[in-house]
């Protein structure tokens, strides 16, 4: 074998890897998306969707521009990091929360971006993803917590912990 065919099969091996991250990130992703919104109970329609994991963001779906690598093409083998786009209000506040997600191991890692790192197996449906919502539940509310007991405290606080709002522009006019 040549060197320049040693370098194709290596990096075809290598592609094929990454692709399998990428379809293990985009299952947890979209499971998440529905299932955490049926685990908060929202009864008024949809309260998570899956955004960009930085930058401006609307409260839609995005599909493949949710994820920080493309769904095909030449894809980097490592974290892939997407956002969770949560409704926090009755009207239309939806509060993003960054994930990254990784295979460590025999492990995947999902870690909330400014947070905890959770250990998981998927797809969730398979497992007990209860847990799971908790954690991510948890951590939404801490932080309006904690951001209410600083205000009493006097201490306005920051929005350090990675999370981004979004307000739909028909709310924004009325």
Same mark, same amino acid.
């Given at each position: 074998?040549? /060197? !320049?065919?040693?370098? $194709? =099969? ?13 379809? /293990?990130? %985009?299952?947890?992703?979209? *499971?998440?998306?529905?299932?955490? +919104?049926? &685990? $908060? #109970?929202?009864?008024?329609?949809? +309260? ?38 949560? %409704? ?12 990254? +997600?990784?295979? $460590?191991?025999?492990? !995947?890692?999902?870690?909330?971006? #400014?947070? *905890?790192?959770? %250990? ?16 991510? &539940? ?11 007991? /600083?205000?009493?405290?006097?201490? &306005?606080?920051?929005?350090? $912990? ?5 307000? =739909? ?6």
């Amino acid at each position: 074998m040549s /060197r !320049f065919e040693d370098l $194709i =099969s290596t990096v075809a091996e290598y592609q094929k890897l990454a692709a399998e991250n990428y379809s /293990r990130v %985009r299952k947890l992703a979209e *499971e998440l998306r529905e299932g955490l +919104c049926a &685990y $908060i #109970g929202s009864i008024d329609g949809v +309260c998570v969707r899956l955004v960009p994991p930085a930058g401006p963001f609307e409260p839609k779906d995005y599909g493949d521009q949710a994820f920080s690598v493309p769904p095909k093409g030449f894809r980097p083998l490592g974290a892939i990091l997407f956002g969770l786009a949560v %409704r926090v209000s009755t009207g239309t506040d939806w509060m993003r929360v960054t994930m990254e +997600c990784q295979k $460590i191991g025999d492990d !995947f890692i999902a870690r909330i971006v #400014g947070g *905890e790192e959770y %250990r998981l197996s998927i797809p969730l449906k398979d497992n007990d993803p209860e847990p799971f919502y908790d954690h991510i &539940y948890d951590h939404v509310l801490d932080w309006f917590k904690t951001q209410i007991e /600083r205000y009493e405290a006097g201490d &306005y606080g920051g929005r350090e $912990i990675g999370f981004d709002f979004s307000r =739909s522009d028909n709310e924004a006019l009325a």
